[in-house]
């Protein structure tokens, strides 16, 4: 799998552009996508000719009219870049999705989405469980820990915790690289723990009626998810552990909706530890806290 890859999502007219009369110069065909500049009236009466510029992603969405044949569905967002997410995870790898785009671009949509057409979060929470169960039945073990923290106004808030509006400090580990001080780490065990982890944080989310959107939130937000699991080494059976941290972001900025994962400093395999049996037994008796 490639290490980083960028697809780019259009969205339908909102009421202010529809009034507007705004004109779509987006075109999309499989990985490409063509922006038409927009003539000015001289150009026009001159009748001269169309111009574009041409830009090639690993994936352009075209999620303009719902009614189209064409539209990208979150369903198949997901397919194309939840998945490999997920595999990644399984596969002891970080790996990170974030969405980047303008204020009203769809960050929200595609990341979070909504009850009727879930997101990528949801999906790949959910899948993620579906492939934990299935992994339970062959004799393996699993604890997922979720953490979510938003960036506003250059101030760290933990979203989960009943202390939201004290500000957290981002401090360098010499070994693990950034990490944010006291951030609330929080056991879950299946999908509904998880969805009641990620309603309650998005209900501590700084909103605000933007002109692009009138439910916009004014920040950057991490949903990060710990995800360990243990099993027997088939060589010499002993007992051994695969941490892989799966993040999952919202960033406010520019024009473009861009998802990327697996970038730096994330993208180095996590190595595998050896455990004593004990010490292994120990981590897995964790009373599993049903967030409240
Ligand atoms: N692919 C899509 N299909 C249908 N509707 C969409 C799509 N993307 C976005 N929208 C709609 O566009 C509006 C703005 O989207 P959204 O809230 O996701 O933007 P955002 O980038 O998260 O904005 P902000 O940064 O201000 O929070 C919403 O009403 C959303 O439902």
Known sequence: MASVKVAVRVRPFNQREKDMNAKLIVQMDGKKTRLHTVKSSKEQNEGSREKYKDFTFDH???SYDSEDNHYASQEQVFSDLGLEVLDSAFEGYNACVFAYGQTGSGKTFTMMGSPESQGLIPRICRQLFSRV?????SGASYRTEVSYLEIYNERVKDLLSTDAGHSLRVREHPKLGPY??????????????????????????????TQMNDVSSRSHAIFTITFVQASYLRHNNMPSETVSKVHLELTLTSHWLLLAQLYQ???????????DRQRLKRMYSYRTETPS
């Open 180 to 209: 944010v001080q006291d951030l609330s780490k929080h056991l879950v065990s299946d999908y509904d723990d998880i969805q009641e982890c990620m309603h309650r944080g998005n209900l501590q989310r700084t909103t605000a009626s």
């Open 60 to 62: 352009s969405y075209w």
């Open 265 to 275: 400093p994330w993208q180095n395999p996590v190595s595998l530890w050896k455990f």
């Open 133 to 137: 169960m299935a992994g339970k039945e």
